[in-house]
Nanobody, 118 residues
Framework: QVQLVESGGELVQAGGSLALSCAAS????????MGWFRQAPGKEREFVAT????????YYADSAKGRFTISRDNAKNTAYLQMNSLKPEDTAVYFC???????????WGQGTQVTVSS
């Protein structure tokens, strides 16, 4: 079955950087759009970024533009989210997702906790 496993979340100080990874299995990775979402305590899950199957197209939430970079390595079946200039408001559980399109991300990982201290 399809599995998405996120890693890389940890406690970091404001202004720091983190690199998240999402290892995929059970699917033909290159056939899927990949995305990152996050959910802060008491808030709804929100979109962070998506990347097309080839990696040639990316799309970011306004909160992520200029600070976060989504990428993928189709040879390793892995998607990444590089996060720089982290802020306390970036604290959340970060989830990766896979789907046939940006609007049809139907496979989800269990999430990785990112905590940014002020």
């Amino acid at each position: 079955q399809v599995q998405l496993v996120e890693s890389g979340g940890e406690l970091v100080q404001a202004g720091g950087s983190l690199a998240l990874s999402c290892a995929a299995s059970g699917l033909t990775f290159i056939s899927y759009t990949m995305g990152w979402f996050r959910q802060a305590p008491g808030k709804e899950r929100e979109f962070v970024a998506t990347i097309s199957r080839s990696g040639s197209s990316t799309y970011y939430a306004d909160s992520a533009k200029g600070r976060f970079t989504i990428s993928r390595d189709n040879a390793k079946n892995t998607a990444y989210l590089q996060m720089n200039s982290l802020k306390p408001e970036d604290t959340a559980v970060y989830f990766c997702a896979a789907g046939v399109s940006d609007s049809d991300l139907n496979y989800w990982g269990q999430g990785t906790q990112v905590t940014v201290s002020s």
